[in-house]
């Protein structure tokens, strides 16, 4: 699927906020691949559909994750604003036929990471994260220690989530604590 085709069928399923933020999210994702020698045409792709299924509704992204191919725990299942990754990754390989195994991966784990992520996935992970109109306490730190690297990125990325569920009382997924943990013995073991 081409840039063109892709950019219509996600403007056509998202509101245009988000479609802004997908368009946002591709461009940044492309930047951080090309500064990494990576394919920039697949990760612009992940990046432009990683939230293919953020305008279902609660009832649905359940209904749809129960059928998925991905495997999802129950506490992500638990936590419904989560579950339009991995609907995303379902539903783009089925509706929209790409089967990219980077690709899918990437759109999965954009949410909760995977501390065995690709680096494409940790590309997506990290631009929808600092994309241009994110706008919040911290965002500058964030965005220089990806500067730094990527595996800063996800250390500063994690921290900064976790700090934030932890302040608001939320549930804290498991798959957040072990990619940072991962990226911390990554950076301090070497």
Same mark, same amino acid.
């Given at each position: 699927m081409n840039r063109e085709k892709t950019i219509e069928v996600i403007k056509e399923c998202l509101p245009a906020a988000r479609f802004k933020h997908? #368009?946002?999210v591709a461009v940044t994702a492309e930047k951080l691949a090309w500064k990494e020698g990576l394919a920039v045409d697949k990760? $612009? #792709?992940? &990046?432009l559909l990683h939230d293919y299924a953020k305008g279902y509704s609660e009832e649905e992204l359940k209904r749809l994750a129960r059928i998925s191919s991905w495997y999802i725990d129950q506490e992500e299942?638990?936590? $419904?604003q989560l579950l339009h990754a991995p609907v995303a990754a379902y539903l783009v390989e089925k509706e929209l036929g790409i089967d990219d195994s980077q690709i899918l991966e990437a759109i999965r784990y954009h949410t909760i990471g995977s501390p065995d992520m690709g680096k494409l996935a940790v590309i997506i992970y990290i631009a929808d994260f600092i994309e241009p109109s994110r706008d919040f306490s911290g965002i500058d730190?964030? %965005?220089?220690? +990806?500067?730094? &690297? #990527?595996? $800063?990125g996800i250390l500063a990325i994690t921290n900064h989530i976790l700090r934030y569920h932890l302040d @608001?009382? %939320? +549930?804290? @997924?498991?798959?957040?604590?072990? #990619? %940072?943990?991962a990226y911390l013995r990554r950076i301090y073991d070497e």
């Open positions: 997908s #368009l946002a990760a $612009y #792709l992940a &990046g299942m638990s936590i $419904y730190k964030i %965005r220089k220690e +990806v500067d730094q &690297g #990527l595996d $800063y @608001h009382n %939320r +549930v804290i @997924h498991p798959n957040t604590l072990a #990619l %940072r943990n």
